[in-house]
């Protein structure tokens, strides 16, 4: 079946350090891939997103590139702030299916 | 645009009790769901809705759980009778999809109600 892996939180970064939050995949077809983040008291809100491979999604300095070779889409940001703490969720959705989440990774930011 | 309102925010009940969450989705959004948050774990979908059709409900415990959208636009989630390990966040959460692209189409959640039954 289909299903999302991320790595393990929490992650504390200094403010300036660079991020990575890793992800990967398992799906029959060519699932479309989202990055949701949910900032504290808040709902999830749609980052960004990517639909075919090779394909990269790009918001508010974050980025992530489909992989369809290593199944991964990895988010990035070469600059982080104290405001991006939130938790990050990995997504992916099937033609027709239902939007599968990973468990979440939660990001802190030290000034 | 307004997002996608739901009510209550926190509900604290006994288990045995009855309880029930409401969502306000997008206007002219066309579909609807409802998801599940365990602390510390990714949301997991309890039931899908086209307009007015459930066409997802895989993972709705039938026995206690239960949806409804009327007219297609507002949703009820109830449960009844609550049990200890009902305590999540319900997240409701709509989306425009149409055509053969929908599984492009992201989804917009609301804030959620917390649930602690006790």
């Known amino acids: 079946g289909n299903s999302v892996t991320q790595m393990e939180g929490p992650v504390t970064l200094s403010e300036e350090a660079f991020l990575t939050i890793n992800c990967t995949y398992t799906?029959?077809?060519?699932?479309?891939l989202f990055w949701y983040v949910q900032y504290p008291g808040e709902g999830l809100q749609l980052l960004l997103k990517?639909?075919?491979?090779?394909d990269k999604g790009s918001n508010k300095g974050f980025e992530a590139t489909y992989r369809k070779e290593t199944t991964s889409f990895h988010l990035e940001k070469g600059s982080v702030q104290v405001s991006d703490s939130a938790v990050y969720f990995c997504a992916l959705r099937n033609q027709g299916g239902k939007l599968i989440f990973g468990q979440g990774t939660e990001l802190s930011v030290k000034p | 645009e307004a997002g996608v309102v739901q009510s209550p925010r926190y509900k604290i009940i006994e288990k045995k009790q009855p309880v029930a969450f409401w969502c306000n989705p997008i206007?002219?959004?066309?579909?609807l769901y409802w998801y599940r948050q365990n602390l510390g774990q990714g949301p997991e979908l309890l039931i899908r809705y086209e307009n007015e059709e459930a066409v997802d409900d895989s993972q709705l415990p039938k026995d206690r759980f239960s949806a409804e959208r009327l007219k297609g636009v507002d949703s009820t989630l109830k449960i009844q009778p609550a049990e200890l390990g009902d305590s999540a966040v319900y997240l409701c959460?709509?989306?425009?999809?149409?055509?053969?692209?929908?599984?492009?189409?992201?989804?917009?959640f609301g804030n959620g109600t917390r649930l602690t039954v006790t």
């Open positions: 206007s002219g959004h066309n579909t």
């Open positions: 799906a029959t077809g060519y699932p479309s």
């Open positions: 959460a709509s989306s425009l999809e149409q055509g053969g692209s929908s599984y492009n189409s992201p989804l917009h």
């Open positions: 990517a639909t075919k491979a090779d």
